[in-house]
């Protein structure tokens, strides 16, 4: 880890240092897991090749021969290294699996692989029988790859609480007793400090503002689009951003018991309570353990039985088993998973978990966030209208503008932004200056120009134009010159032009698409109708989202969210499929079980679509990877020796490559699907 974010981590308090470091050491496990898998297929695979070329078996399927005294011991000496060396991590696995009893792919090959070492060495060493290293090494060499493609494919251990951590300030400036502001470490401050939060800074800590008056933006924590208006009385969020003016805040939460430390914890614990589906292909696994041990076994005790003597009934035994544990099957999944994950990747799509990808397909209700998700979260221009004959549209964007471009709220921007798309030229502007909690002022020449809210119309005595609010969700904004109307602008948080076609094709398929936002009732109403969403919750702080999941979950749905916000974090955890946009926060991202790169609706659409065929693809592959086996064992139990057909190890190869290289192609054709 960087030491920048140690110095951060220092100034956070203790809670947020445990979360994050755990975090840490988890991802810095899971990454020299991965190097060390890595490691291991490269040293076993050099090995592998002269254990092939030496093996008697290969010799006879390729013509070609290559004898010379001690060979043998050489294969069984370079075995023993790829056997004990590139075998290790599945002979851990095994104790792991049978103390949990809970068999799968690790006990599967260890079996296979301790089988055939042991049995080959016995050979080496006088048995009488046939040598099995060359398929020792080519397994071990292909679970390695597989397990090494699935782990990089899906690494991306959970940093979210430590992008939380890191979004409250490291220092304050505290106010003392003489009056004098002077940093401290945000661990330092304590319930009643007064501190003085800047324009432009995070505020430090939850608390009342005693003194100032400022917008403060919380949309990061709240999900509110419209950055806040705060004054004396008013309460602060930690972590929130102050716009422009000074804020004195009287401290009354700090450390664990602040709002963000509150939203780590909801992260946390929704992502302990989030089941772990067990691998498909580790099931299948374990069904081929039982098979592999009880046929071996039957295999050695019939041949036995019929009279053959024990090197040969032994040979089948071991036959068999080795048959059982299929190459293709430590492939079917990993491929599949490696090649969604990188196609996914060229599409936008950034897949985190992959068994919340796979479930996509399961998806009954759909929840979305508005503000940065189906909005824009930013405000536009919507409509003018000049009710003067003097003044066109353009006269009114552009006077408004002028005036508007000396503010920092959040609809001034959304004025100018609309002027310079229309390449309106400025007036000469001067006197410009706030009145408070109601709008602006300035001279243009000797005259007055005001831009101001209704409030400002009503206590001037000015009737408001019939159809200045047409709807809920648009914010209006009325242009006087000399005290006199000539026009008002509407603005909205824009409602994004794909979210209709996103909302249309999810209903079509028969998922319920519900809004849930931290704006006000009637901004989400208006939204909400627009698009036809199946219903919507207005004004839900981010327990509230999680709340309305786990509602739901209990009932049977089968939930997905789509966030931005760090408000949507527990929420995005919480869910079966947390699916967060990229425009929006770190926060939601690391929460998020798959990571829309544009912030596009349309994208969730295309996730479904191809979540579901991937699972189809994997469903394939291990039909065809375990299928192989369950031919292959009762032949190379020798079931039809009676009619001359025994399934020698050499087929048995042959057959296996087979598989696999089926397995692979049929992989390949994921890409098709999107």
């Known amino acids: 880890m960087e030491n920048h974010h140690h110095h951060q981590e220092d100034h956070q308090n203790h809670s947020h240092q445990n979360h994050s470091n755990h975090q840490n050491n988890h991802g810095d496990h899971h990454g020299h897991m991965i190097r060390d898998f890595k490691r291991r297929f490269w040293i076993s695979l050099i090995i592998m090749i002269p254990i092939v070329i030496l093996a008697p078996m290969i010799q006879e399927l390729l013509g070609y021969e290559l004898r010379f005294p001690g060979d043998r011991y050489v294969q069984f000496a370079l075995s023993s290294i790829v056997f004990f060396y590139g075998g290790w991590p599945f002979l851990k696995g095994l104790v792991t699996e049978v103390k949990d009893r809970q068999p ?31 398929e020792l090494a080519s397994l071990i060499v292909i679970m390695l790859l597989g397990h090494w493609i699935e782990m990089k494919s899906v690494m991306g251990a959970s940093n979210a609480l430590q992008e939380l951590a890191k979004m409250m300030p490291s220092s304050a400036h505290r106010i003392n007793d003489a009056g004098e502001s002077e940093e401290v470490k945000i661990s330092e401050l304590e319930i ?77 614990e929704a992502q302990k309570t989030k089941s772990r589906t067990q691998n498909l292909a580790n099931r299948a696994a374990g069904w081929l353990f039982y098979l592999a041990l009880g046929s071996g076994i039957l295999t050695l005790i019939v041949w036995l039985s019929l009279g053959e003597d024990f090197e ?77 004959k003097g003044y066109s549209d353009d006269d009114i964007l552009s006077i408004a503008a002028s ?21 309106l030229e400025y007036r000469e502007i001067r006197d410009f200056k706030n009145i408070t909690g109601e709008g602006i002022q300035a001279r243009m020449g000797e005259d007055k120009i005001v831009v101001a809210g209704p409030g400002y119309l009503h206590e001037a005595g000015i009737e408001l134009p019939q159809d200045s609010f047409k709807s809920e969700a648009e914010t209006v904004v009325f242009l006087l010159f000399n005290e006199e109307l000539i026009g008002f602008i509407a603005l909205a948080d824009e409602i994004r032009k794909e979210s209709y076609e996103a909302v249309k094709t999810l209903k079509e398929r028969g998922i319920n698409v519900v809004m849930a936002t931290g704006d006000n009732e009637k901004v989400a109403k208006a939204v909400s109708e627009e698009l036809d969403l199946d ?16 509602d739901l979950q209990e009932h049977g749905e089968f939930v997905a969210m789509t966030g931005d916000g760090v408000n949507d974090a527990p929420a995005l955890a919480q869910a ?56 292959a064992i009762p032949l190379a139990a020798g079931v039809l020796s009676s009619i001359g057909v025994v399934l020698s190890p050499a087929v048995g190869a042959v057959l296996m490559s087979l598989s696999t290289v089926i397995v692979a192609i049929n992989a390949q054709l994921l890409k098709k699907k999107i």
């Not at 005036?403 to 390449?423: C, D, F, L, T, Y």
């Not at 994208?603 to 693809?617: E, M, Q, S």
Request: with cysteine.
């Open 576 to 631: 079966d499929i947390g699916i967060a946009v990229g425009s929006g926060t770190d926060v939601a991202a690391e929460t998020a079980d798959i990571v829309l790169v544009e912030s596009n609706p349309q994208d969730i659409k295309n996730l479904i679509l191809f979540g579901t065929a991937t699972h189809r693809k994997m469903i394939q592959n291990l039909v065809w990877a375990s299928g192989y086996n369950i031919i």
């Open 312 to 388: 040969y009934s032994l040979e089948r035994m071991v036959t068999v088993m080795i048959i059982s544990c299929p190459h293709a099957l430590g492939l079917a999944v990993p491929l599949v998973v490696a090649i969604s994950t990188s196609v996914s990747a060229q599409k936008g799509l950034l897949i985190r978990n992959r068994t919340a990808f796979e479930n996509a397909r399961k998806i009954s209700t759909i929840i979305f966030d508005k503000t940065g998700t189906l909005t824009k979260g930013v405000f536009g221009v919507t409509r003018i209208q000049s009710v003067s």
């Open 192 to 268: 009643d400090d007064v501190i003085l939060v800047k324009p432009g800074e995070k505020i430090p800590a939850d608390g009342r503002v005693s003194d100032g008056e400022s917008q403060v933006n919380e949309a990061m924590l709240t999900g509110e689009s419209r950055p806040v208006t705060k004054k004396e009385g008013d309460e602060v969020i930690g972590g929130s951003v102050n716009d422009y003016g000074s804020l004195e805040i009287i401290v009354s939460r700090t450390g664990k018991d602040s709002y963000l430390s509150k939203v780590v914890g909801m992260v946390e």
């Open 403 to 423: 005036i508007e471009r000396h503010s920092e709220h959040p609809i001034a921007g959304g004025i100018v932004k609309e002027a310079e798309n229309r390449q």
């Open 535 to 550: 219903g919507y919750h207005a004004e839900i702080l981010p327990d509230g989202k999680q709340s309305i999941i786990k």
């Open 104 to 134: 799968g792919m690790m006990t599967l090959i260890a079996l296979a692989i301790s089988v055939a070492y042991f049995y080959s060495s016995a050979v080496v060493f006088g048995l009488e029988g046939k040598i099995f290293f060359w």
